[in-house]
């Protein structure tokens, strides 16, 4: 999965100022692209330290705005805010869209910017990625890159 | 008459890849009827063991989710749209 360091940083922020609860969102790009680039952070109707959930309204919405626009999910990130960025046993069986890379960011090792001289963030955040396809789940590398354009455009999917 | 019934991804296997079919029926019960004549087993996936929508399924009719207008008993009509969406949810 090839991600912009901007998207990524901001899907690190939104979990940090949402712990301790559950934040999540998806980066919605062009069908059939692969490239995530549009940022669209959602409300966690559950408001939950361990479960997240789209409100069904915004649901709509999201999916309407990616329909006229010809995008589609191509990240559905989540944060989990006391335990490791790996898919639980319910983000497995709830897991629904095949094509999705599913981005886990963990921010149990706290989630504020340490104080340091200088000011640089560094806390600890992982940021992993997967695909979850019929139960099964697969860990996949995470490329960042400063801008997509600086890359050799990737190849497309394989229909499912 | 037909209602056009917007079918999400997960449930394309069901419908040969079609985004889109066409339904029939006076109730949201009565089009997944319908449609479980040519797409057998697709009801299965709306619909759970007490008859009710599935938990982690959001149905809409005309932009509402059915859970607030009735639910599969909600009426359509000749010009309704109906769109089926997975939840996005997990722990």
């Known amino acids: 999965m090839t991600i912009e360091r901007a998207i990524q940083d901001a899907i690190v922020e939104h979990a940090r100022r949402d712990h301790p609860d559950e934040a999540c969102g998806v980066v919605a790009g062009p069908v ?129 | 008459m037909a209602i056009d019934v917007r079918i999400p991804t997960i449930l394309r296997p069901y419908t040969g890849g079609e985004r889109s079919v066409d339904g029939n029926g006076s109730t949201v019960s009565a089009v997944i009827e319908d449609l479980e004549g040519r797409f057998a087993g697709i009801r299965e996936r709306l619909v759970d063991e007490a008859g009710g929508v599935r938990r982690f399924v959001n149905i809409y009719v005309n932009d509402e989710d059915i859970r607030f207008t009735g639910g599969l008993d909600t009426s359509v009509a000749d010009d309704s749209t109906i769109v089926i969406l997975p939840a996005v949810a997990g722990g």
């Open chain 1, 32 to 160: 059939g692209s692969d490239r995530p680039e549009r940022l669209v952070p959602m409300l966690n109707a559950a408001m939950s330290t361990t479960f997240y959930e789209f409100d069904s309204t915004d649901l709509l919405r999201l999916y309407r705005e990616m329909d006229d626009n010809d995008e589609e999910p191509v990240i559905i990130y989540h944060s989990h805010t006391a335990t490791e960025a790996y898919p639980s046993r319910t983000d497995i069986a709830l897991a629904q869209e095949p094509g999705a890379h599913y981005v886990l960011v963990s921010t149990r090792e706290g989630a504020d910017h340490p104080p340091q001289a200088g000011g640089t963030p560094t806390g600890d955040v992982d940021f992993r990625s997967f695909r979850i396809v019929d139960g099964q789940v697969t860990e996949e590398e995470v490329r960042v890159v400063e801008r997509y354009d600086s890359v050799s455009t990737p190849s497309p999917r394989k229909a499912d």
